[in-house]
């Protein structure tokens, strides 16, 4: 078990790391980051993550299951001049840290995270790359309207 854990915490600081370095000069304020850094950031993370799972014993199949969904979204939800096969919203809700290293591996997806997670060493970088959405959490009528705001 200790191994492991070395070999997580390992390949986690390779990660930000690496991260850290393909992020140099850019300033996250002015927008996200595009282009070919943004492309290698999410090879390596995704890779990376994969070997995490790994670390923990732990693996993933990702199946495509056909679904009429006629239904819920009309008789031409279909079209065939979609760009890509991809949502553009995956909603699941996790248990524990690994549950999002599975989700980025299947789906190399952004989440939305609590805003204090902007200022947490190597998480915030790592966040901040991969254009997640900083959402202040609060149960007050102005924190939801402001959720409200940032999401859309």
Not at 50 to 64: F, P, Q, S, T, V
Not at 72 to 94: C, F, M, Q, W
Request: positive net charge.
């Amino acid at each position: 078990m200790p191994t492991r854990f070395m070999l997580l915490l390992l390949s986690f600081l390779v990660m930000v790391f690496v991260v850290r370095v393909l992020c140099l000069f850019h300033d996250f304020e002015k927008g996200p980051i595009t282009g070919i850094r943004k492309s290698i950031i999410k090879k390596w993370m995704h890779y990376l993550s994969w070997i995490m799972l790994l670390i923990c014993g732990m693996r993933y199949e990702k199946k495509h299951i056909e679904f009429d969904y006629t239904k819920y979204l009309g008789p031409d939800y279909k079209i065939e001049k979609r760009k890509s096969n991809y949502t553009s919203t995956i909603v699941a809700n996790h248990v524990s840290w690994i549950d999002a290293l599975i989700l980025y591996c299947c789906f190399e997806c952004s989440f939305a995270p609590t805003k204090g997670i902007k200022d947490v060493p190597g998480v915030g970088v790592l966040a901040q790359a991969t254009d997640c959405i900083f959402i202040p959490r609060g149960s007050t009528e102005e924190a939801r309207n402001q959720t409200v705001e940032i999401v859309m």
